[in-house]
């Protein structure tokens, strides 16, 4: 299992405000794409989620401290840091630096395993469990 993941963005015009600095709100989009290709770094996209298996993730709370701002043009790193998983939800702890490695933000962010259909607490599927219970 890959307990940590970073993956990188560069800030366009549209994450910008008309000063130049990245909107607060597209912190937690940067994220969520982050935890999406942690997802997909270890064989588990979303579509397959959905279609195979019958759940879907959903954000259940999200604690976040703003340190400082990133803005145009700035290359940004996102880390996902897998802190617990719990059988339907999974915790992380998330980092956003900039290319001198300055913390932008961080965050806590508890995302629960939902059913597809009716969208009530699911069990996460047992391939993405045993992922996560593995240590390489």
Avoid at 14 to 36: I, P, Q, S
Avoid at 44 to 61: D, Q
Wanted: with cysteine; proline share 1%.
């Amino acid at each position: 299992m890959i307990s940590e993941f970073t993956w990188k963005v560069r800030i366009y015009y549209e994450d910008t405000d008309a000063g130049g600095v990245v909107f607060y709100a597209n912190y937690l989009r940067f994220m969520e794409r982050a935890r999406t290709e942690w997802l997909r770094s270890i064989g588990f996209e979303h579509e397959t989620l959905i279609n195979e298996h019958g759940v879907l993730f959903a954000v259940r709370s999200v604690t976040i401290d703003y340190k400082k701002s990133a803005r145009l043009d700035d290359l940004i790193s996102i880390t996902s840091q897998l802190i617990s998983n719990r059988g339907a939800s999974i915790n992380f702890r998330q980092l956003i630096k900039n290319e001198t490695d300055e913390l932008l933000a961080q965050a806590e962010v508890k995302v629960a395993c939902l059913n597809a259909i009716t969208m009530k607490a699911s069990p996460m599927p047992k391939e993405l469990l045993l992922e996560l219970s593995n240590d390489h």
